[in-house]
């Protein structure tokens, strides 16, 4: 159990040294706040909640995953080398990836009840 305590203990200072260090980590943590936020002010169904809060983590997970391979390629060697570039951008691509088809999803799920809002007030 101790174990299991103190790997927990270490993911945490992982997120929170990325929160405080990572802008684009700050950036997709405010988005997802105001993801939540926005679930709840424009009463977006079970469903859809489920489906922002997995986007959410997924988004993330990525973004975590990110700067963790940009941070191991910086100890491998801090010098420019081709090889480092190409697996930077590749874990830089997947995240733009997601991040395109989660903004299309988030459009999908909000643009509708924004405009009942709008057409409403």
Do not use: C
């Not at 926005?38 to 983590?57: A, P």
């Not at 480092?84 to 990836?97: E, P, S, V």
């Amino acid at each position: 159990m101790k174990r299991h305590a103190i790997s927990i203990k270490h993911a945490y200072d992982g997120i929170i040294w990325a929160l405080r260090t990572q802008p684009n980590y700050r950036i997709h943590f405010l988005l997802s706040l105001l993801a939540i936020v926005g679930g709840f002010l424009f009463q977006i169904s079970y469903t859809e909640f489920m489906i922002v809060i997995s986007l959410i983590g997924v988004g993330l997970t990525i973004e975590t995953l990110n700067t963790s391979i940009e941070k191991a390629s910086d100890a491998i060697d801090t010098k420019w080398r081709e090889d480092l570039k190409i697996t930077k951008d590749l874990a830089a691509g997947a995240m733009l990836f997601f991040a395109v088809a989660a903004t299309i999803v988030a459009i999908m799920i909000y643009v509708p009840k924004i405009l009942l809002f709008i057409h409403f007030v």
